[in-house]
Structures are given as C-alpha cells and as structure tokens.
C-alpha cells in the first residue's frame, strides 16, 4: 500500500473519519485549556483504546497529539500560559498581539503555520522515512550527547534577556531531573531519605506547576482587580482579520522553521519544544525587524508554531524504525502498538506497512480537519474565553490543574509537586529567570545522561571522545557559537540603549 491507496482507504471509512475528526476537536479543546496538555489527554485516554481496532485506535491519538500541539497556542495567546513547552515559545509575541486585542489574528497565524509544517514533517515521514531513520542511526552516543549539550545551551542563552540566568535555569532543570534513582547503580540522589522522590518528579505536574500555576500567581499579583485576561476588540475585522500582505513577510520564517522542525524530530528525544525555541532564535536573528520580536510580530507566532508542528511527522521515524520514541507522545504510542500486538522496528514496515501507511494518511487528513476548526473557531474560542471573568476562569484553572496532575499517574504527591513548582514558577518569573528553560532541560536531561554514560564508555580517552568524533564536535561547536553569537547580540542591544538614553 502507498500513502494514495492509504488516503482512499481512509476517507471509504466513515468511522475511522469520525475518530480522526473527534481527535482534531479534543486535540485543539485540550491544548487550549490551560494546564491540560495533549501528552496528559492522551495518556488519559489511553484506556479507550484498548477496545478499539489498532488503525483507529492510533489513528485517534496520533491526530490529538498533532492538533493538541497547535492547540496549546491558542492557550499561550490568550493567557500566557502555554499548555506545553513548545507553546512557550509562541506566547513571546502572541500574548503581546493579545494586549494589543489581536487574539484572532495571532490565533490566524498560529493556525496557518501549523497546517504548513504539519504538513511539511508529515509528507517529508512519508517520502523519506525509511532515509531518515539511517540519519538518526548513524548517530552513536557521542553525536547524540553533543546535540543534548548544543541544545542546552541554545535554550538557555536564546530564551530570555541573560544568558547568564537562560543558563542557570536550564542547570536547574538537569539538577530536578536527576532526583530519585541512578539509572544503572539504583543509588538515591537527591531524595533527602523521602520514598516518594525516588520515583523522580513527573513531567506533568511540574509542566502545570511551572507555566500555568505559576503564571496564575504571577497574573493576580499583577491584575488585581482586572477583569479581563486581554483586550476585547470591537473592531474585529480590523484587528484579527488576516490579509495576505500581513502573513507574506512569515512565509519565509514558516518555510524556514518547518525544516527545522523537520530535522529536530528525525532525532530522538529532543522534541517540538527544542524545534520551537530553535526556530525561534534563527528567525529573530534573520529577522528584518528583531527589536519588534517580544513585543508583539506576527513573524514570531509563525516561527515556532511551524516548528512545533513539523516535529510531529519525523518524530514517528526512530519510533516506527528503531522502535524509540522520538517524543512523549510517540512513547505513549509505544503503549498501543505493544497492546494490540504491533512489533515496532525494522521489519514493521515488512509485517505491518499497510497500517503504517494509513496512519499517515489519517495524520494528513487531521492536519485538514484541526486546521479549517482552527482558522474559523479559534477566534470564537478567544472571543469566548476572553468575555470570562478571572473570578471564575482561574478557580477553573486551579480546578483542572489539581485534576490533570493527579490523573497523570493517580499519585497525589505529584500534587504537592505541582504546588510547589507553581511557587517556583512565580519567584523564577520574579527573578527573571526563565522557567520555559527549566522545564526543557528537564525533558532532556535523562536522555542527555543516558547518551553521555554511553559516550564513555565506548571511550578510551574519556571525554575526549567528543573532540575526535566530528559530528560531535561540530554539534558542541554549535552550541558554543550560539551562545557567543547571543551574548554579542544583547551587548550590541545594551549599547544602543545606552547610546538612546544620552
């Protein structure tokens, strides 16, 4: 079967359509929603699809987590509070366009540039995936600890104003992952003698804890006696209408950014949050307008929102080929394929193609569903949301955040995490340190870790073997150009407003 006899296949299926479509509309619900993510609904729903039939029963998640990732930019405009840690990217100049009372036309973009690198990752998995997985293959332990250690240094000196506190935070996050269990000696490291922290912190409550929690402290404080989260606009045509001639000078960032993402996703673990910050800082460095980034550009919501959507497609290439997921949905997805019997990895694509390809074809046909709900009910979605008074929109955030860190893994201790990360989320943003940091070094830690334990150990010269690879030196050599090229950048923005001042 090919993606074309796959495509007939699924839209003859009324039922697998159902399932696609009613993925699109919770994917985008659940990404909208403060504090609930796409990675938190899909293991939530994960029971539902035991009774199913394998197709749809993948089908129905891959699309969640595919329109959950373009949801959770509706979140980041509105509230600033982004549903994952990609979003954050988007709420740099997405949440300002929000103040200015263009939700609508920010959530345009968002919606515009998330169909183009879906659909860019996506047709670049179908083509190539077989080519893409012998990228990811040839890259041994020393490559991959190189790509962790140029990525962290990328999110902490792109992110935020500092390097120096962009740094620290992304540190913090390594130092959170780290507490629980040594992954080969099973020795306690951070526990202070608590059975509950040797299981380690779970992404979840710490997400909700960091950027919603926290930012619905850091909004009271600010707002008082507010009753608008942003700006309602009477002028709506004007202000979140699209025109042609507004979205043209993003066409080269979304091209950019959706091979970014692209690649990103080919290699395991890093992710759509890496793609987006990526994307990010590469387009505010190429940008014709940089000092407007953060402030409010349409460019800076088309960027990572491309980028953060052409992950998806690629991320699915170690996870079908090497049988390693290229991110926590395709882990989710692990989960299914092993409960309906799928063996996962090389010979998939000889045991099991015709279900391959037709996944794909329902991730196509999702990119079109989430994307026409998107572009004409995103903006009813803001115009709603933004009318709710805050006396009754955060105790529901509140709500929904105790619910969605309880129900990751039923632990009421992720609770307390939770809390707490929420209190840290609010000192960090205080500080001025950047919690979207915090959180990505976090995700990346226990990889970065596996890869560089591994490194070593194939080494004869410790780590030297980092110098005498290539590949991994170059990808080390990225990383500390990109920090150099950021600390140039804001003493050069330093000066000239120093020099604006006199």
Same mark, same amino acid.
């Given at each position: 079967?090919?993606?074309?006899?796959?495509? =007939?296949?699924? /839209? *003859?299926? #009324?039922? &697998?359509?159902?399932?696609? %479509?009613? !993925?699109? @509309? +919770?994917?985008?619900? $659940?990404?909208?929603?403060?504090?609930?993510?796409?990675?938190?609904?899909?293991?939530?729903?994960?029971?539902?699809?035991?009774?199913?039939?394998?197709?749809?029963?993948?089908?129905?998640?891959?699309?969640?987590?595919?329109?959950?990732?373009?949801?959770?930019?509706?979140?980041?405009?509105?509230?600033?509070?982004?549903?994952?840690?990609?979003?954050?990217?988007?709420?740099?100049?997405?949440?300002?366009?929000?103040?200015?009372?263009?939700?609508?036309?920010?959530?345009?973009?968002?919606?515009?540039?998330?169909?183009?690198?879906?659909?860019?990752?996506?047709?670049?998995?179908?083509?190539?995936?077989?080519?893409?997985?012998?990228? =990811?293959?040839? /890259? *041994?332990? #020393?490559? &991959?600890?190189?790509?962790? %250690?140029? !990525?962290? @240094? +990328?999110?902490?000196? $792109?992110?935020?104003?500092?390097?120096?506190?962009?740094?620290?935070?992304?540190?913090?996050?390594?130092?959170?992952?780290?507490?629980?269990?040594?992954?080969?000696?099973?020795?306690?490291?951070?526990?202070?003698?608590?059975?509950?922290?040797?299981?380690?912190?779970?992404?979840?409550?710490?997400?909700?804890?960091?950027?919603?929690?926290?930012?619905?402290?850091?909004?009271?404080?600010?707002?008082?006696?507010?009753?608008?989260?942003?700006?309602?606009?009477?002028?709506?045509?004007?202000?979140?209408?699209?025109?042609?001639?507004?979205?043209?000078?993003?066409?080269?960032?979304?091209?950019?950014?959706?091979?970014?993402?692209?690649?990103?996703?080919? /290699?395991?673990?890093?992710?759509?949050?890496?793609?987006? %910050?990526? !994307?990010?800082?590469?387009?505010?460095?190429?940008?014709?307008?940089?000092?407007?980034?953060?402030?409010?550009?349409?460019?800076?919501?088309?960027?990572?929102?491309?980028?953060?959507?052409?992950?998806?497609?690629?991320?699915?290439?170690?996870?079908?080929?090497?049988?390693?997921?290229?991110?926590?949905?395709?882990?989710?997805?692990?989960?299914?394929?092993?409960?309906?019997?799928?063996?996962?990895?090389?010979?998939?694509?000889?045991?099991?193609?015709?279900?391959?390809?037709?996944?794909?074809?329902?991730?196509?046909?999702?990119?079109?569903?989430?994307?026409?709900?998107?572009?004409?009910?995103?903006?009813?979605?803001?115009?709603?949301?933004?009318?709710?008074?805050?006396?009754?929109?955060?105790?529901?955030?509140?709500?929904?955040?105790?619910?969605?860190?309880?129900?990751?893994?039923?632990?009421?201790?992720?609770?307390?995490?939770?809390?707490?990360?929420?209190?840290?989320?609010?000192?960090?943003?205080?500080?001025?340190?950047?919690?979207?940091?915090?959180?990505?070094?976090?995700?990346?830690?226990?990889?970065?870790?596996?890869?560089?334990?591994?490194?070593?150990?194939?080494?004869?010269?410790?780590?030297?073997?980092?110098?005498?690879?290539?590949?991994?030196?170059?990808?080390?050599?990225?990383?500390?150009?990109?920090?150099?090229?950021?600390?140039?950048?804001?003493?050069?923005?330093?000066?000239?407003?120093?020099?604006?001042?006199?």
């Amino acid at each position: 079967m090919d993606i074309f006899t796959a495509l =007939a296949t699924v /839209l *003859g299926d #009324p039922i &697998l359509l159902g399932w696609v %479509f009613l !993925a699109a @509309i +919770v994917g985008m619900i $659940v990404g909208a929603i403060p504090g609930l993510t796409a990675s938190a609904a899909i293991a939530m729903l994960l029971p539902l699809t035991f009774y199913m039939e394998p197709l749809p029963a993948l089908a129905f998640l891959y699309v969640i987590g595919k329109s959950g990732r373009y949801g959770g930019s509706i979140a980041a405009i509105l509230f600033n509070t982004p549903g994952t840690a990609a979003s954050a990217a988007t709420q740099l100049d997405g949440y300002p366009l929000a103040r200015q009372g263009k939700a609508g036309k920010a959530m345009k973009v968002a919606t515009i540039s998330s169909v183009i690198g879906d659909f860019t990752g996506e047709i670049l998995l179908i083509i190539g995936v077989a080519w893409i997985a012998s990228i =990811a293959l040839k /890259l *041994g332990p #020393p490559e &991959l600890f190189a790509v962790y %250690f140029a !990525a962290f @240094i +990328v999110i902490g000196s $792109v992110i935020g104003k500092s390097v120096t506190r962009g740094l620290a935070s992304a540190a913090l996050g390594v130092l959170v992952a780290m507490i629980g269990l040594d992954p080969i000696s099973s020795t306690e490291r951070f526990t202070f003698g608590n059975f509950d922290l040797t299981n380690g912190i779970s992404l979840v409550p710490l997400m909700i804890g960091i950027f919603v929690l926290g930012e619905v402290f850091t909004q009271l404080e600010e707002r008082g006696a507010k009753t608008e989260l942003v700006p309602n606009s009477d002028n709506d045509a004007e202000r979140n209408g699209l025109s042609w001639a507004e979205y043209k000078p993003c066409i080269p960032h979304v091209i950019r950014s959706s091979f970014i993402g692209s690649f990103i996703g080919m /290699l395991p673990g890093l992710g759509s949050a890496i793609a987006a %910050f990526v !994307a990010y800082g590469e387009g505010k460095r190429r940008a014709r307008n940089p000092e407007e980034w953060g402030k409010g550009a349409l460019e800076g919501v088309a960027a990572p929102e491309a980028a953060n959507n052409a992950v998806s497609g690629p991320s699915m290439a170690p996870l079908l080929t090497l049988g390693i997921p290229g991110s926590t949905i395709g882990a989710i997805l692990i989960g299914v394929f092993l409960i309906h019997g799928i063996q996962i990895g090389p010979t998939m694509f000889l045991t099991s193609r015709d279900l391959v390809f037709a996944l794909f074809a329902c991730g196509l046909i999702g990119i079109v569903m989430y994307g026409v709900i998107g572009y004409f009910g995103a903006a009813f979605i803001g115009k709603f949301i933004t009318r709710i008074s805050p006396q009754v929109l955060y105790p529901l955030i509140f709500l929904t955040s105790f619910v969605a860190a309880y129900t990751s893994r039923g632990n009421l201790f992720d609770v307390y995490v939770m809390v707490a990360a929420g209190f840290a989320g609010w000192g960090m943003r205080k500080l001025q340190f950047n919690p979207a940091a915090l959180v990505i070094s976090f995700v990346l830690a226990s990889g970065a870790e596996e890869t560089f334990r591994q490194a070593l150990l194939l080494s004869d010269n410790g780590l030297m073997i980092f110098v005498t690879r290539p590949i991994a030196l170059a990808f080390l050599l990225i990383g500390v150009a990109a920090m150099i090229a950021r600390v140039r950048s804001l003493n050069k923005q330093s000066r000239a407003a120093r020099l604006g001042d006199t």
